[in-house]
């Protein structure tokens, strides 16, 4: 009797732990939800210049469907120059906004005209519904807590099975169980990432929520339960195919849906994405991740099912992403390496806010590994001379018209040896204005400057900007024997593109709650790091880089009127090709290299340099336009001498900005007066400026 009455207990025991295991599982959140990561919304306006063309894309890219009457959310159809839309409802950073009918006209030669909503009610501003570009998962690759028979104790797996179906039918409803199984069953596999519930495998396989879905979308994930991997509809899609239509007919055997449709849904392709949804740029994900581990634990932001609002423009990622894989193969069938492809990395951003808009971290967009863009730490070459010309006009004793010499250098070293280092063309120039030395990124004229100031003013110059280790302060720090990554690389140039100002570059804008809370907002932070005039003396000499220097070569990829500024930066022995520049509205980093730092054969501006000038043409930015400082003075110079001139005396005349008191002596034979006539140059010319501003 006491075996019995022991085993009797054992089994109520253990039926109670099941039931405990049950309940546990089930009670409160019964599923984890990752973090949703959002892009920036695409605002429109009146006056936005985009066309039919552009906003069909855009919502294309949203996975609107083009429809005969655009009656569901999600669906939008075309008429004449307008443009009939049934907006999703959406969540936003500040507001949620319910679903309406908007109705987009458009001018003749492009561009919005008017946005109305409802009935007619012209609104001047709407923002389509952020994109959806990934989620925030374990690193064990589990996005749902599911229970393991491992878990419990052994018996026999049927008896298990009833106990645990028991608990289940006494403590929850079917529809608790219903609603369990379809956000937990496994879907699918994105990398590291397992899909499960057919929430998640609506987005992950078509782009768009569950509700949307037709009847053949339906059926395709209904055929995908079977065997996820078996019948993946990208990888198998004749399975998938036939998975499916044996679904749909047995649908219409069993009288849930009519032969007729069945039939129908039948004879339409899969319509899967060409790409995951939530894998859409792994690179920027990166960064977002990196940014919100400093604030919140991992627990948060796999379960917590937050909602992050990021920086990303999905318009200037597909630029960014296009231009690198097609001016890599360009440059791979230049070099014929065989099997060893050139790789790449860009980072775009909004100068004035800081925001990262766009990040590649390598040649293949969708790959979910290295990131180059933020783990990449290369040797910046000539990317370092702006900041140490920045660095001589903040000394007073120099300008961009200051002649230096550009002469052999000899600098003995502590171990005994002698560093020579010399330009790249192998030639010596001699004397040349700040100007040129910067334009045409001569090696010896910059070490001679740099030598001249100290080598740890420029090395303070660096972190000042955001480099966010202290440099080896040795000679070669002046020719970029620094090693930084391309974000890095986007942080120094950064304060350059911003008037001297420093923003922390930054994806993540705000976090809400799964209840729509905000949890924490991102504000902007400006330091600043340079003064305005000197800041603008050095931008100024950048844009000439573009007009007469190693930039000069992009210019033909651009629009011919846009002005834009920038620097090539090619390290030792051709190992990395750089180019960083800004317009008025973007910057961006473009590197480019082997993974094994071997020698590309690419200076800058022929590696580099192409990538950055397609993306900045695509990307519709402004010129760069900054207002010249009231103690400045735009003065006329001989290019080749930094003397004073015009172009009735000289054929190479460029205009630079100096200090309104710089004394520079004019070309001779130009009929100029001498140089202590410049101060009052620079009083005409804000004269000048005075007169023209009441005068409008």
């Avoid at 552009?54 to 996975?63: F, G, I, N, P, V």
């Avoid at 569901?72 to 120059?81: C, F, K, S, V, W």
């Avoid at 022929?606 to 103690?631: Q, R």
């Amino acid at each position: 009797m006491l075996s019995v009455g022991a085993a009797i207990l054992a089994a109520v025991l253990y039926a109670l732990y099941l039931d405990h295991l049950v309940v546990k599982q089930f009670e409160g959140r019964r599923w984890t939800l990752p973090a949703q990561v959002y892009a920036a919304p695409l605002e429109l306006y009146a006056g936005l210049p985009m066309t039919l063309s552009d906003l069909e894309h855009e919502l294309q890219r949203l996975h609107y469907r083009r429809t005969e009457g655009a009656d569901r959310p999600g669906t939008y159809r075309l008429a004449g120059e307008h443009l009939e839309v049934a907006l999703r409802p959406a969540r936003f950073a500040d507001e949620a906004r319910p679903a309406e009918r908007l109705t987009i006209a458009t001018a003749a030669k492009g561009g919005i005209e008017s946005l109305q909503v409802g009935s007619g009610h012209e609104v001047p501003v709407l923002r389509l519904e952020p994109l959806l570009i990934g989620s925030i998962f374990p690193i064990h690759g589990e996005d749902r807590i599911v229970l393991s028979p491992e878990e419990v104790p052994p018996l026999s797996r049927k008896l298990r099975e009833a106990l645990m179906a028991m608990a289940l039918d006494a403590h929850f409803t079917k529809a608790d169980l219903m609603n369990a199984y379809i956000n937990e069953i496994f879907l699918g596999q994105d990398g590291d990432r397992a899909i499960h519930g057919f929430g998640l495998a609506s987005q992950f396989y078509f782009g768009k929520p569950l509700s949307e879905l037709d009847l053949a979308e339906v059926s395709l994930l209904v055929a995908i339960v079977r065997g996820p991997s078996y019948y993946d509809p990208r990888r198998h899609p004749e399975r998938a195919l036939a998975r499916r239509n044996l679904v749909l007919r047995q649908m219409a055997e069993q009288g849930v849906i009519n032969t007729a449709d069945a039939t129908a849904a039948a004879h339409r392709p899969l319509g899967v994405s060409t790409r995951p949804s939530g894998a859409y740029y792994p690179a920027y994900l990166d960064f977002v991740r990196r940014t919100l581990r400093r604030d919140y634990h991992d627990q948060d932001l796999t379960e917590a099912g937050l909602r992050v609002y990021t920086s990303l423009d999905p318009r200037a990622q597909d630029e960014a992403e296009r231009a690198l894989e097609h001016e890599l193969a360009r440059l791979d069938r230049q070099r014929k390496r065989g099997a060893d492809a050139l790789e790449g990395a860009v980072v775009v951003t909004a100068p004035q806010s800081g925001d990262v808009i766009a990040i590649v971290g390598g040649r293949n967009v969708g790959y979910d590994g290295f990131d180059r863009a933020l783990d990449a730490h290369r040797s910046m070459g000539s990317l370092v001379k702006p900041f140490i010309y920045l660095t001589a006009l903040e000394s007073g004793r120099y300008n961009a018209a200051t002649v230096v010499q550009d002469a052999p250098v000899d600098v003995k070293l502590a171990g005994g040896g002698h560093w020579t280092p010399e330009n790249f063309t192998h030639q010596v120039y001699g004397p040349v204005p700040v100007v040129r030395a910067l334009a045409e990124s001569l090696n010896l004229a910059t070490v001679g400057v740099g030598l001249d100031l100290g080598l740890p003013k420029v090395a303070a110059t660096l972190q000042r900007f955001g480099l966010p280790q202290p440099p080896a302060q040795v000679p070669a720090m002046l020719l970029g024997a620094v090693d930084v990554t391309p974000i890095e690389a986007a942080q120094l140039f950064n304060g350059l593109a911003n008037g001297g100002f420093r923003n922390p570059l930054r994806a993540v804008r705000t976090v809400i709650s799964a209840d729509g809370k905000p949890l924490k907002a991102f504000p902007l932070e400006v330091t600043q790091v340079a003064s305005p005039e000197v800041t603008y003396q050095l931008d100024r000499m950048l844009v000439l880089v573009m007009d007469h220097g190693t930039g000069r070569s992009g210019r033909a990829l651009l629009p011919p009127d846009l002005v834009v500024a920038g620097k090539s930066g090619t390290s030792s022995d051709f190992r990395d090709s750089w180019f960083a520049g800004f317009s008025g509205n973007h910057l961006t980093v473009v590197w480019v290299g082997y993974d094994d730092n071997q020698p590309t054969g690419f200076t800058g501006s022929a590696g580099a340099l192409p990538v950055w000038a397609h993306i900045m043409a695509g990307l519709g930015t402004s010129s760069w336009n900054a207002p010249m400082p009231e103690s400045l003075a735009e003065v006329h110079i001989e290019y080749p001498t930094g003397l004073r001139a015009t172009a009735a005396c000289a054929t190479d005349i460029v205009a630079v900005a100096v200090p309104g008191d710089a004394a520079i002596p004019p070309r001779p034979g130009c009929g100029l007066p001498e140089a202590t006539a410049t101060q009052s140059a620079g009083v005409f010319e804000r004269a000048q400026q005075w007169l023209r501003s009441i005068a409008h």
